[in-house]
């Protein structure tokens, strides 16, 4: 029977297994070697008892309201600038260059607003009448950062503080990674003083977001752990939903819904289509892809099953989490740790969700700001949680990022004989039974295009060329590089109509991830991050060489004399209307323009 079939059944058992201890092969050692600040006699820890999860009795089952309802009333009374979540309005100063540098996101704007501001409920309406259970455990908030913005990271613990339960909150732990600004010291000590539950741990050099993040954990001393980012901001009864889950079922994480504080003005916002499973692409992008009507729940506020999740947002129990190792202490920096965590936990018997009723905001940024000593780790980390979990899938990554054959994923014996020893299920087990609804939007292996090579104008005999553009740029007319006018380093003027009836920049099996995109019947055809869902990125090839755009109603045309390229209306007889693709695949083509008709 699949596993989604059986959810129900698994969802009505409400035992807690006896906690079995693995050792653990990871931080602990790192750890012991005193290789970091703040030694474990340095933290003066919480007296935390810890539950014994064995059966739930009636009085663990009762439930009660977690909503702290005089400081919802007093949020909705507050004003000012960036205040319910509004965008603050923006001066000519507030949009220099200046104002990012430091940061990635917009400093000047962020020290304008409140470190106490209110934000908008935009929770289902449904969660605003659920009960959680009486007795929730209580949790560590790990918070890792590195040369953070002050008022930046002030507002994510005050946002913390004020609306957690206070019985909820066993600790924060700041985990600075070796940072240089002197308001991150003295001055940062000496203003969380005045906030008993508030920890500062610092590492001796650059550790980067992962070990620095397994520092924070093995300072912990709550029943669970809940990591965030330093650019956050709670939202209202963030943390019950949380605990809940895992009250439930020590073997699951759970995830927060990560809404968006915009890196300019800081408005509060829902992400595009909100409420999402987590995946990835076979080049090991994260993704976000819909809910299949199988796993949807007649409540739209409950959590739901997500096979990955993006990033360092979510809470785990303590224990489960040094069970399963904590992260691969031998992936550097940053990059590929959500993946680990995510197979690791689905593989070896947890499960992972998200939960509708708890959300956080997240500031992302517009660029890092800050370089790491040595570089990188991206390619290095994905190719070790390749090596250990994904079996004979990494083969699909190493076909699209060929390079990764020949790059070092170091010795990865451990995490193999962890693996081993947690029993774990296989690679194809997790793509047929968690992930099964993944290859729908990004299939291991590529369905053939119908179209590639250059694109050239019939009316000019001038080729489409992005310049390897990025999101945003325009789309012009360039003298065709095959015909030797041009040099090709400067140019891009190979594309790819591929299954998903999209246009991008590449060959099929290296296409970039930006789209042609238009939004309206004059509008300039542009480059736009490519999402997979059609609507402004939907095109026709017709047999009479026009592209046409179902959305608009229209057709894409070119001017010789500014080399523009736009949506016009159509005109199968205009010969700036008429393109000519490289390489077509007529079976393939017929296929896609007769299936939506």
Excluded at 316 to 340: A, P, S
Excluded at 390 to 395: K, L, S
Excluded at 430 to 438: P, R
Excluded at 475 to 484: A, T
Aim: charged content about 25%.
């Amino acid at each position: 029977m699949r596993r989604r079939q059986k959810r129900l059944l698994q969802a009505a058992g409400l035992i807690l297994l006896t906690v079995l201890f693995v050792h653990n092969t990871g931080l602990w050692s790192l750890y012991r070697g005193k290789q970091f600040v703040s030694p474990a006699e340095a933290i003066q820890g919480l007296p935390i008892k810890v539950r014994q999860n064995a059966i739930f009795t009636e009085a663990a089952l009762r439930k009660k309201d977690w909503h702290d309802n005089e400081g919802i009333r007093a949020d909705a009374a507050k004003s000012g600038f960036g205040e319910q979540g509004k965008p603050v309005p923006m001066s000519d100063e507030d949009r220099s260059d200046k104002a990012y540098k430091e940061n990635g996101f917009n400093i000047y704007v962020s020290d304008k607003i409140s470190l106490n501001r209110s934000l908008p409920d935009i929770r289902h309406p449904n969660c605003k009448n659920k009960l959680y259970m009486e007795k929730l455990p209580n949790s560590s908030i790990i918070i890792p950062f590195h040369n953070e913005g002050w008022s930046s990271l002030l507002r994510t613990v005050h946002s913390i503080l004020n609306r957690s339960p206070p019985e909820l909150i066993a600790e924060i732990i700041l985990v600075d990674d070796f940072s240089d600004r002197e308001h991150l010291k003295k001055r940062l000590e000496k203003y969380m003083a005045r906030f008993p539950k508030v920890r500062i741990l610092r590492t001796k050099k650059r550790e980067g977001l992962i070990r620095t993040r397994l520092l924070g954990a093995s300072m912990a001393t709550a029943e669970v752990i809940t990591f965030l980012d330093s650019h956050c901001e709670a939202n209202v009864n963030w943390l019950p939903p949380l605990l809940d889950r895992i009250a439930q079922n020590r073997k699951t994480i759970v995830c927060p819904m990560i809404d968006v504080i915009n890196h300019d003005h800081f408005g509060y916002s829902t992400q595009s289509g909100d409420a999402m499973r987590g995946a990835f692409d076979w080049e090991m992008y994260y993704k976000r892809i819909p809910i299949p009507p199988e796993l949807r729940k007649p409540d739209p506020s409950d959590p739901f099953e997500s096979p990955v999740m993006a990033g360092g947002l979510f809470a785990v129990e303590r224990k489960w989490f040094w069970e399963l190792g904590g992260y691969d202490t031998g992936l550097e920096i940053w990059g590929g740790e959500q993946y680990e965590i995510s197979f690791k936990v689905w593989m070896c018997g947890g499960r992972m969700e998200d939960v509708p009723c708890s959300r956080v905001g997240h500031i992302y940024r517009k660029y890092v700001p800050y370089t790491f000593p040595g570089g990188g780790g991206l390619p290095r980390n994905l190719k070790r949680v390749a090596e250990v979990w994904m079996d004979e899938y990494a083969e699909h990554l190493y076909k699209r990022k060929p390079e990764f054959r020949h790059i070092s994923a170091g010795d990865v014996n451990p995490q193999k004989e962890l693996r081993n020893s947690l029993n774990c299920k296989s690679f194809k087990w997790f793509m047929t039974e968690v992930a099964w609804d993944l290859p729908k939007y990004y299939p291991p292996v590529e369905p053939p295009s119908s179209a590639w090579g250059e694109i050239r104008n019939v009316g000019t005999g001038l080729c489409v060329d992005s310049k390897h553009g990025s999101s945003g740029s325009q789309l012009k007319l360039e003298p065709c590089v095959k015909d030797g006018e041009e040099q090709s380093w400067s140019h891009e003027q190979i594309f790819t109509l591929g299954w998903r009836e999209d246009i991008r920049p590449g060959d099929s099996l290296h296409a970039r991830k930006y789209c042609f995109d238009a939004v309206s019947q004059s509008s300039q055809v542009t480059l736009f991050d490519c999402h997979g869902m059609k609507g402004n990125q939907l095109w026709k090839y017709k047999k009479g060489k026009t592209l046409y755009h179902p959305v608009s109603i229209s057709c894409m045309d070119c001017s010789a004399k500014d080399r523009n390229i736009f949506m016009n209306t159509c005109n199968p007889s205009s010969p700036t209307q008429q393109w000519i693709f490289e390489n077509i695949n007529s079976t393939v083509l017929e296929i896609m323009n007769i299936k939506d008709l």
